[in-house]
């Protein structure tokens, strides 16, 4: 399961492992069958937590490969997206209702992490670092009892969801603020599919907060959008911070039903002057799964100095692996020119208890791994030791078959920049007439000017005033911030 | 309404600075060389107003919980902010001079200058794995006095107007056994700061100073009120717990510790009168990391989302009678204040179990830090190691669950070395590492168990330490629950030379083949064991969590 050093962690992920295993063993059973039932003669792949793709036989036997990896589609349709539209660097942002998941893309490649805690467990398995909080659009706002206005960590999640939607809840959420804000339609949602009702919303901020604190129900839901871009910007400061890197060097990739909302106000909090949103925000983790590769990690875990003595050892371990790859590879009909293998050794300097990562380029050479460990190591804690001897403790190799992405198409696009309406908005300094566009009718090329708000069916863009948007080739909205 | 001048900046702000402090932290851990700092996180930052109020702090374990405070009161003691120019930074760790909680906890003090003033101090705490005195480490259980725990510092000036004295990190670094480990690890103390520094100074230029400086107060009257309606909400009352430590570390009777809460409207007193004179050995526990103890008890039990900050710790009266282990008198050890912390956690769990919900009691834990210190040659080849570990034990039950098992409590969280690592490097061989079966104190929930890990000696010539607890008596079962198993500590278990070793055993020497065996302590049970559910107990007998004698006698 897990032929790596650390006895725990091992442990742990294998524990794991074999407990979800009936479970999984009984969806996929179901899964295929209906998609047998349905005719369906293609092999189905499934996401990987790594952001690869793999076959249902691999998931059967790996299940634990699964937790979390959702999300990381997200993450691999947004590096591929970014890749595509020269912003390689990015730190992701998809806020949904219930909680926001943030990652960070440098240099077009996801950040990894090794392992994580699953439900408290130790579970170590390769996967694209997300980090979830608990802010989105159903987070309920209310007013603890020391007199401070507080937004989640509880949510009101789909049932009963927002007051506005009419399911019978009472307590005012994020989207209630939005809604009473205009920022979201304060008619109807989802592309005129779903009815909101605006003075809902209102009397409950005014009921649950807006009377008790003393203050009009306008500065309690812009202190409620206030409060929630604060927590989310937090998240997104402390991902690139633990890094080692710089937030203003990276484009906000804003997608989840309520990313696009927040974006601009996030990327102001944290000092980040661009954005991005793809097309088609709301599903772009179920589209990121079109743009991932099948990939399987493998890895051999020896603990020993890297010198001349050993190196053929490490050479011999890549030669095992790849020839496991190789099988795994023919398991998954991957034709020999669609084949890439990647190569990673975790190191650290001798009296060191933590590995770092460190990617080779090309061959497995002994000086060129050196190098590359000296500068993986200050990326990792800002320094390196030269002339300390490193120690290599695992070799990891990703055996990858790449897929044939499916090309971005459009709808035939008008040219004419026409807002399908006007409405009052209501922004930090209060209520302007701003025009509402239709996503679909912005052409390519066509820039537009803050206030504005684009509706799209699965999510809607905040264009604060002073801020301004370009439609990329894509159809990607690239957005400059003012900050 | 509120009382608040405007509650959403508050909150705004609040977000703010706590990412300020996380970035501090990240740089400090990202940057730092020590094991210490950078893998165990045995660090903390914090801000602080140009008053010497806690606003908002980042910490990595609970034991730090406050603890800066006393840094920066003794920076304020020692030097007016007038006579502070903008780059002074400060260095100090002396629990006598300089508020701090032991020598290893080097604190650095840099004030934020904005606008021609100091209106803020940013502050970090890291522990350095070594700072000099007889033994490696630092840390003694048998130290009689600060004078044999290391490098002293009151307050200093290590950095004057953006220049740092080279001749005094020189000074520091050399009295430990790793100079150039202490030397870039304060140096990038002094640099954490530094970036706080910045980052706030961006904060009062994006907000403005006015609006800084009100929500820093709205914050903490904000923090003060909710814990003041926690208080409220208890019912006026006064209880005592007395937890007891083994011996005061150089041996005799068991030492008590006795807490006694008093709730009355909105305040809260804790009384350590009846505590033990001062120890002998290194387990007193000077001011700061008592507070720290305090704070982490009442934000646990009363409100675990409290913000750590000045309007909490000020609402919160403790009273510790002078010579006391609780309030000990320079020059008195206090190196291994860490297990005495935990017991006067007991102490406080005991006693607030008395006034609050039943719903938030639960019995004591092992509420000890074993720390187990070997060091001898290296496996194979050459040079020797050093290798300390602090192993967890038994969880007190609750009233809606049993304790959790092999699990570090209270003030302090660090992970285990893997027993393949250990291994490879050193020599030494990890016989067994196991739960301990029936330590777990009986009740309708059952304590957790404690951890039994035997080390073997593959080579001559190991040395071996110990700072343990609980070696004498259980930790205590509550409403009607029996107490956890003891702790013990076994040279050569199962051989015919087999023997018991004191808790605070100081470098014995093993030969290869010989073996140290410690089992920790186990949780204190809840409840009356007769009402266990039946299918819990049949469970506990089929994993070996308890043996059937053990099972029958209950």
Request: aromatic share 6%.
């Amino acid at each position: 399961m897990l032929p790596e050093f650390r006895e725990f962690e091992r442990f742990s992920t294998t524990a794991i492992n074999a407990y979800i295993g009936p479970r999984m063993e009984r969806y996929l059973d179901r899964f295929l069958g209906r998609l047998a039932g349905l005719g369906l003669t293609v092999q189905p792949y499934t996401i990987h937590s790594n952001g690869g793709l793999m076959s249902a036989e691999s998931v059967r036997s790996f299940p634990v490969r699964c937790c979390l990896s959702g999300p990381a589609a997200g993450v691999v349709g947004a590096a591929a997206t970014g890749r595509d539209a020269g912003r390689p660097d990015l730190i992701t942002f998809d806020a949904g209702g219930t909680s926001t998941d943030v990652s960070l893309v440098a240099g077009g490649t996801p950040a990894f992490a090794s392992s994580r805690s699953i439900a408290d467990y130790p579970v170590r398995s390769p996967m694209i670092d997300v980090q979830v909080i608990g802010a989105g659009g159903g987070s309920i706002a209310w007013l603890d009892d020391a007199g401070a206005l507080k937004v989640g960590p509880r949510s009101a999640g789909a049932d009963p969801g927002p007051v506005a939607y009419g399911k019978g809840a009472t307590q005012p959420t994020l989207t209630d603020a939005n809604i009473m804000l205009h920022r979201l339609d304060p008619v109807s949602l989802l592309g005129g599919g779903m009815p909101v009702d605006e003075a809902a919303s209102r009397r409950a901020i005014a009921d649950t907060i807006a009377l008790p604190m003393g203050l009009s129900v306008e500065q309690v839901a812009l202190g409620i959008v206030r409060i929630a871009v604060a927590n989310m910007s937090r998240a997104i400061r402390a991902v690139s911070t633990e890094r080692g890197y710089d937030v203003r060097d990276f484009a906000l990739f804003a997608y989840g039903g309520a990313g696009p909302l927040h974006a601009a106000a996030v990327a102001i909090e944290c000092n980040m002057n661009r954005v991005l949103v793809p097309v088609e925000p709301g599903t772009m983790c179920a589209r990121g799964i079109l743009l991932s590769d099948v990939s399987l990690d493998l890895v051999r875990s020896e603990i020993m100095a890297a010198d001349e003595a050993h190196w053929p050892r490490i050479v011999a371990h890549f030669a095992a692996m790849q020839a496991d790859g190789e099988r795994w590879l023919d398991g998954e009909r991957v034709p020999a020119d669609r084949r890439r293998f990647d190569r990673v050794i975790d190191a650290r300097y001798q009296g060191q208890n933590h590995e770092v990562q460190v990617r080779l380029a090309g061959d497995v050479q002994l000086d060129s791994f050196a190098e590359a460990f000296a500068a993986a190591h200050r990326q990792e804690y800002g320094y390196d030791i030269p002339g300390r001897g490193i120690e290599v403790v695992s070799c990891r190799l990703k055996a990858v078959g790449l897929i044939d992405r499916p090309k971005a198409h459009f709808a035939e696009l008008n040219n004419a920049l026409r807002a399908r309406t006007v409405r009052q908005v209501c922004f930090d300094d209060g209520w302007v007439e701003t025009p509402i566009y239709d996503r679909a009718s912005l052409a390519i090329g066509i820039r537009l000017s803050g206030p504005a708000v684009i509706d799209e069916m699965s999510a809607t863009t905040l264009l604060p005033p002073g801020c301004s948007v370009i439609v990329d080739a894509a159809g990607n909205l690239l957005m400059d911030v003012a900050i | 309404m509120t009382g608040l001048a405007d509650p959403n900046a508050m909150e705004v702000f609040s977000s703010r600075l706590l990412s300020i402090t996380e970035d501090m932290g990240n740089a400090l851990i990202r940057s730092s060389f020590s094991t210490n700092i950078k893998e165990r996180k045995d660090c903390s930052v914090a801000l602080f107003d140009a008053g010497g109020r806690l606003i908002a702090q980042a910490s990595h374990i609970p034991l730090h919980l406050g603890s800066l405070l006393g840094s920066v009161t003794a920076v304020l003691a020692r030097h007016r902010i007038t006579d502070m120019q903008d780059g002074d930074a400060f260095v100090l760790n002396d629990p006598y001079l300089a508020g701090g909680t032991h020598m290893p906890d080097i604190s650095i003090v840099t004030p934020v200058f904005i606008d021609g003033a100091v209106c803020a101090f940013a502050a970090n705490v890291g522990h350095h794995s070594d700072v000099g005195g007889p033994v490696p480490g630092s840390i003694s259980g048998q130290a009689r006095s600060v004078f044999e725990e290391g490098l002293r510092l009151p307050v200093i000036r290590l950095v004057r107007g953006g220049e740092l004295d080279e001749d005094l990190l020189a000074l520091i670094a050399h009295n430990s056994r790793d100079p150039d480990e202490r030397s870039l690890d304060l140096k990038v103390q002094v640099a954490s700061n530094a970036r706080g520094v910045t980052l706030l100074r961006e904060l009062a230029g994006r907000i403005g100073l006015k609006a800084m400086t009100e929500a820093v107060d709205d914050l903490l009257a904000y923090t003060a009120r909710r814990l003041r309606n926690r208080m409220r909400e208890m019912a006026d009352g006064e209880a005592s717990f007395t937890a007891y430590l083994d011996d005061d570390g150089i041996g005799g009777d068991p030492v008590p510790i006795r807490s006694t809460v008093i709730v009355h409207g909105e305040t809260l007193t804790v009384d350590f009168s009846g505590t033990a004179p001062e120890a002998r050995g290194a387990f007193n526990v000077p001011e700061s990391a008592l507070r720290a103890t305090v704070y982490y008890a009442v934000k646990t039990l009363l409100d675990p989302e409290l913000l750590p900050n000045s309007g909490m710790f000020d609402c919160i009266d403790i009273r510790a009678p002078a010579g006391t282990l609780v309030s000990p008198r320079f020059p008195a050890a206090v190196g291994a204040r860490s297990i005495t912390c935990n017991k006067i956690a007991r102490a406080l769990f005991g006693a607030f179990a008395q006034l609050l919900p039943a719903d938030r009691a639960m019995a004591s834990s092992h509420d000890s830090v074993p720390a187990i210190i070997f060091s001898g040659p290296r496996r194979i080849g050459d040079g020797s190691f050093v290798y300390l570990e602090t192993l967890g034990g038994g969880m007190g039950a609750r009233s809606d669950a049993d304790g959790m098992e092999a699990i570090h409590v209270h003030l302090t969280n660090t992970s285990n070395l893997p027993a393949e690592a250990l291994e490879n490097e050193y020599a030494l061989l990890v016989d067994e590492y196991a739960l301990v079966p029936g330590s777990g104190g009986a009740g309708r929930h059952r304590g957790g168990l404690g951890i039994a890990r035997q080390i073997r000696a593959v080579r001559d010539g190991i040395v071996f330490s110990v700072r343990s607890d609980g070696h004498v008596l259980g930790s205590p079962g509550l409403a009607g629950g029996a107490p956890g198993g003891t702790a013990r500590l076994l040279r050569n278990s199962g051989r015919p030379d087999q023997e018991e070793l004191s808790s605070k055993t100081a470098s014995i020497v093993l030969a290869a083949g010989e073996t140290v065996r410690i089992e920790t302590g186990g949780g204190g049970g809840f409840g009356d064991p007769a009402e266990r559910d039946p299918a819990a107990r049949k469970a506990d007998l089929r994993s070996g969590k308890t043996c059937q004698v053990l099972t029958e006698k209950t």
